[in-house]
């Protein structure tokens, strides 16, 4: 049986990552100098549309690329002003990390962890609010700030992380900062957007470890 294929159009009748070649084919042919190629999963695709047409040596190496940066004439309805967040967690609980990306240049801007006996949702919850604290301090207000968890963005919404997490001899200090965080979200107020990362449409969050 044939390998699946998937396909990225850069330039034709219309543009993105195509699951078959037919599709494919209806929007690049009889289209002036259009622009397309083939990959063999759907998440070198997406990067590769992200990422933009390039050549064939710039496009292998498009998974080895440390940093995920987006490419906006395929993606305008990205803010560009934004930053993404993210967490990591090996285990349920596990090691936890999590970290804040510049979207546009795919910059590390901060980075925390490991923590011991901790959870994904925990350190998305810890991300949002770092960020906010992040841009609060630095009096920037307007950026935009993307998360791919809708509970931490829930939690953050009601000021609470409603983790049932339990308390180990190794988690004090993600504890401490649960409690840090829900206290900076009952004093203060904030006016940055934080908007849930579309990844079925745009791929993998630009904070994303790679690591799935």
Known sequence: MARKKWYVVWRGTETGVCDSWA?????VKGYPDAQYKSFNTQQDAIRAFREGFADRDLIRAIARAPKLQV??????EIVRDSIAV?????????I???????????????????????TNNVGEFLALVHALAFFYNTANDHTAIYSDSRT????????????KLERTDHNERVFELIGRA???????SWRNRIIKWETDKWGEIPADFGRK
Not at 182 to 188: D, G
Request: hydrophobic fraction near 35%; charge should be negative.
């Open 71 to 76: 490419n906006y004439e395929a993606i305008p």
């Open 152 to 163: 931490a963005m829930a939690w953050v919404r009601d000021r609470k992380c409603k983790s």
């Open 182 to 188: 829900e206290q900076w979200l009952a004093t203060h």
């Open 86 to 94: 993210d967490g990591a967690c090996s285990g349920n609980p596990g």
């Open 96 to 118: 936890m990390e999590y970290r804040g990306v510049d979207v546009m240049t795919g910059a590390e801007l901060f980075h925390q962890g490991p923590f011991k006996d901790a």
């Open 23 to 27: 599709e494919c084919e209806a929007r």
